[in-house]
C-alpha cells in the first residue's frame, strides 16, 4: 500500500522558515514526480510545487517563488519543502502527493502550517 | 494561469437524487482534468482523470465528461457518503489549478 506521511509543521513568526518533509512507502518513489499542494482550513486547493522523479525539473507557484524551494532525496524516499520569508497567508495544510502519469492519486494526511507571531 | 469555474457553489440534494456539477475552464485544458472528493477533516481523493476516467475503487455512479473547457461530474444516485466537496483540477499547463469547488449537502 502506498502511503505518504507529512511532517514538519507547526507554528512559526511571520519572517521564518520551515522545512516541510513527506516520507513515501510502499513505491517506487524515484520514478514518480511528486507534488505539494496546500489548502487553508475551509477554503479550497491551490497547488504549491511539483518535482520530476529525478529531481532534474522543478514547477513552482508564483506565490511562493523565490521563497520555497522543493527537492527529494530519493536514497530516503523523501520529499522536502524548504519554507523561507514565511507569511500570514501561507498558513495552510500542506499536501504532499504522488503524480501518477500526471494526475495527483495519492495524497497524505498534510501537516498544519500556522504563521503567526 | 488558467482560471476554473465551479458551478453551482452548493447543491442541496437528497439521498437517491442525482448531482450534476459544473467546471469551466478559461481556456481550453483538453481533456486533461480531474475530478476530486474531500469529505472533513480528509485529504482528497481522485474520482477522475483525464476527464472521463474513474480512478481505481471509484463506485460506478461517478462519470465524468466534457472536454476543452466545459466539463461535468454526474453522480447519479447520491450515497449519504457521497454529501462532500468537489474540486476539478487542471494539468493542461503550469501552474496546476484547482477550481473553488462544489459543495453537496444533504437537503
Known amino acids: 500500500e502506498v502511503q505518504l506521511v507529512e511532517s514538519g509543521g507547526g507554528l512559526i513568526q511571520p519572517g521564518g522558515s520551515l522545512r516541510l518533509s513527506c516520507a513515501a512507502t510502499g513505491l517506487t518513489f524515484s520514478t514518480y514526480w511528486m507534488h505539494w499542494v496546500r489548502q487553508v482550513p475551509g477554503k479550497g486547493l491551490v497547488w504549491v510545487s511539483a518535482i520530476s522523479g529525478d529531481g532534474s525539473e522543478t514547477m513552482i507557484a508564483d506565490s511562493v517563488t523565490g521563497r520555497f524551494t522543493i527537492s527529494r532525496d530519493n536514497a530516503e524516499n523523501t520529499l522536502l519543502l524548504q519554507m523561507n520569508s514565511l507569511r500570514g497567508e501561507d498558513t495552510a495544510i500542506y499536501y504532499c502527493?504522488?503524480?501518477?502519469?500526471?494526475?495527483?492519486?495519492?495524497w497524505g494526511q498534510g501537516t498544519m502550517v500556522t504563521v503567526s507571531s | 494561469e488558467i482560471v476554473l469555474t465551479q458551478s453551482p457553489a452548493t447543491l442541496s440534494l437528497s439521498p437517491g437524487e442525482r448531482a450534476t456539477l459544473s467546471c469551466r475552464a478559461s481556456q481550453s485544458v483538453s481533456s486533461y482534468l480531474a475530478w476530486f472528493q474531500q469529505t472533513p477533516g480528509q485529504a482528497p481523493r481522485l474520482l477522475i482523470y483525464?476527464?472521463?476516467n474513474r480512478a481505481t475503487g471509484i463506485p460506478a455512479r461517478f462519470s465524468g465528461s466534457g472536454s476543452g473547457t466545459d466539463f461535468t461530474l454526474t453522480i447519479s444516485s447520491l450515497e449519504p457518503e457521497d454529501f462532500a466537496v468537489y474540486y476539478c483540477q487542471q494539468r493542461n499547463s503550469w501552474p496546476w489549478t484547482f477550481g473553488q469547488g462544489t459543495k453537496v449537502e444533504i437537503k
Open positions: 483525464a476527464a472521463s
Open positions: 502527493v504522488r503524480d501518477f502519469f500526471g494526475y495527483l492519486d495519492i
